[in-house]
């Protein structure tokens, strides 16, 4: 009899601490959210690497009584990396080692159309503001329109932390979209003689150049924008070991091991941010929504710019390229090449367009750090 | 957390926008002076300054490309698909002597190969 009493409170224990007594509907909810983006990632293949750890880091954050952010542990270092902005600039440690700058230094100008898109970041914030959102929120969730995610988890941590999850699953969900969305917004805005526009080779880019260029960057957008010099300084430092041709180990490290193993820590702590509490509430379908649509405002920025551009140069300018300055790269510029060849079969638009694609993390960077500078 | 500076969403906007177009501009300008003061760009300039005189001289090589197509029955079409690739390369046209084909039957030589294959 007493070995049944003991059997019988210990069960009862092993049942009070366990997650089931404690387990709540939002919490099954958001382990079907996580299952659903798994679902996505592996089946459906939308940005694997990124949406897989995102949704298990989800399916993880709604096991109750785990005590993962409360007590020392991997969990806990992994949110600080998070909480403490740590992870966002070692991805662009690896972004820049990975980067090509030499579209984008061969011509210049294209880096108007990285800034022109960006339009899609403060019609987003626009619309949150007039929404219920306050300004820091706004400029938050504004910042999935420069589909970027390290530079999106970044300044959500600064101005709104309670949203981190929301405003990550939509950046990425929108850039795994962007071949989707993107080109029946380029077919609407421009007519068939601009698509069919076939633009001049790029000029050589010397060393010299590849090699100035990041160091010149990194000085002149630190000094103006401090709040971003993490993030531009690892963006061009990562570029530096790839140009300088003395740091290949570095820029192989920094481009594969470290990218990958800071991946891994950042996605799953950002899918960790998804518990019940703080997700499932209405503002995240708003941002869902806003997110839509700071996307299709920053394509059709980028292509109307593009349209003036391809004006004032003579016809020499393709609009076509400036949809490719929401940054998402390569996925952006690649939907220029697409939709450029079925416009004109044998027009390769592709290094054209990754002039505007990689202004255009610059571009969301800078709209970051003014949003930081001015919002914060 | 300080107070933001204006919480009119059309300004922020127009602030945010006219610094972002700023500070790209300004990295655009910066771009360009570093092509001006490169110490490696006189040479391709010198290239470049050579090279136009060429064209003249040698601008009847397309033509003479041209003439062998109908000799020896390539294509204009296939002459301008040869041409894009190459120049793809970075290789102007005027650098192209001729475009012939190769005096090799494809699928003899596969056949060969695939003989060649089973003995070994």
Redesign the interface.
């Known amino acids: 009899m007493e070995l049944f009493n003991a059997f019988a409170v210990s069960l009862q224990a092993v049942w009070a601490d366990s997650g089931f007594s404690a387990f709540e509907a939002g919490n099954g909810i958001m382990i079907l959210v996580g299952l659903v983006l798994l679902y996505m990632a592996i089946v459906k293949e939308f940005e694997p690497l990124l949406l897989g750890p995102i949704a298990f880091g989800c399916i993880l954050a709604n096991f109750p009584r785990t005590g993962f952010f409360e007590e020392p542990g991997l969990m806990q270092a992994i949110h600080y990396g998070i909480a403490n902005e740590i992870f966002p600039p070692l991805i662009f440690l690896g972004v820049g080692a990975m980067t090509d700058f030499g579209p984008l230094l061969a011509r210049p100008v294209t880096l108007l159309l990285g800034a022109a898109a960006q339009i899609g970041v403060f019609v987003a914030l626009v619309g949150a503001m007039l929404l219920g959102f306050n300004v820091q929120e706004a400029g938050a969730i504004g910042i999935i329109g420069g589909a970027d995610g390290p530079t999106a988890i970044y300044l959500s941590i600064q101005m709104a932390p309670h949203l981190l999850g929301a405003i990550a699953v939509a950046a990425y969900s929108y850039m795994s979209l962007v071949p989707l969305i993107q080109p029946p917004i380029m077919k609407l805005l421009t007519t068939q003689k601009e698509r069919e526009v076939v633009m001049e080779q790029l000029r050589p880019v010397t060393k010299f150049e590849r090699v100035c260029f990041p160091i010149v960057a990194a000085i002149i957008i630190s000094l103006l924008l401090p709040p971003i010099a993490s993030l531009l300084g690892c963006l061009m430092l990562g570029n530096l070991f790839r140009e300088s041709g003395v740091m290949d180990r570095l820029s192989d490290t920094a481009q594969n091991s470290l990218c990958n193993m800071v991946t891994i820590f950042l996605a799953t702590g950002t899918g960790m941010t998804m518990n019940a509490h703080d997700f499932l509430v209405p503002q995240t379908l708003l941002i869902i929504c806003l997110g839509l649509v700071a996307f299709i405002a920053g394509t059709a920025g980028g292509v109307l710019f593009g349209k003036v551009m391809c004006r004032v140069s003579g016809w020499k300018i393709n609009p076509l390229i400036g949809s490719a300055g929401v940054s998402a790269v390569p996925m952006a510029a690649r939907v220029s090449q697409v939709v450029g060849m079925k416009s004109k079969p044998g027009n390769y638009l592709l290094m054209h367009a990754m002039g505007p694609n990689v202004a255009g993390v610059i571009g969301t960077a800078v709209a970051a750090g003014t949003m930081l500078a001015m919002l914060k | ?2 107070h ?4 009119n ?2 300004i ?2 127009l ?3 006219t ?3 700023l ?10 002076l ?2 001006v003061i ?4 006189p040479k ?1 300039k010198k290239q470049e300054e050579a090279l136009p005189a060429e064209p003249v001289a040698a601008a009847e090589p397309a033509p003479v490309a041209e003439a062998a197509v109908d000799e020896k029955g390539i294509s204009p079409e296939i002459v301008a698909v040869i041409a ?1 690739a190459i ?2 390369y ?1 290789y102007g046209v005027e650098q192209i002597r001729a475009i012939r084909p190769i005096q090799r039957d494809g699928w003899k030589n596969s056949g060969r190969m695939r003989l060649s294959n089973r003995r070994s």
Not at chain 2, 38 to 41: E, I, K, L, S
Request: negative net charge; charged residues 10%.
């Open positions: 957390m300080s933001p500076v204006t919480t969403p059309l922020i906007m602030i945010n926008m610094v972002v177009f500070v790209l501009t300004a990295l655009g300008l910066v771009i360009n570093i092509h490169d110490p490696t760009r391709e894009a120049a793809s970075g």
